[in-house]
């Protein structure tokens, strides 16, 4: 099976508290399939070598009152952050 996205030498930091980890990781569907040593082909693939690979983050403490004012969408802080804000 060929996955649509393959991300190849990353640091894995899977959000679990355990350390982080090189490896390969690929999706196929949107989800994540396999990480570990991949060889496989992939539509898509990313060197994610020196980069960390981590699921999304959330902050849950942000002050947009007064961005809000003049960017009703935050965009700015989204595209920054890479964060989803609550």
């Known amino acids: 099976m060929a996955y649509d996205l393959l991300i190849k030498h990353g640091l894995i930091v899977d959000g679990s508290g355990l ?3 090189r490896a390969d990781l690929g999706t196929k569907n949107g989800k994540i399939v396999v990480i570990g040593r991949l060889d ?4 898509q693939t990313i060197n994610a070598d020196g ?3 981590a699921p999304g ?4 403490h942000a002050h947009y ?3 809000v004012t003049w960017n009703p969408l935050c965009t700015f802080s989204i595209h920054f952050q890479n964060a989803i804000i609550i």
């Open 19 to 21: 350390p982080a980890f």
């Open 40 to 43: 496989r082909l992939a539509k």
């Open 57 to 60: 983050f959330i902050d849950n």
């Open 65 to 67: 009152d007064g961005q």
């Open 51 to 53: 980069r960390a690979v």
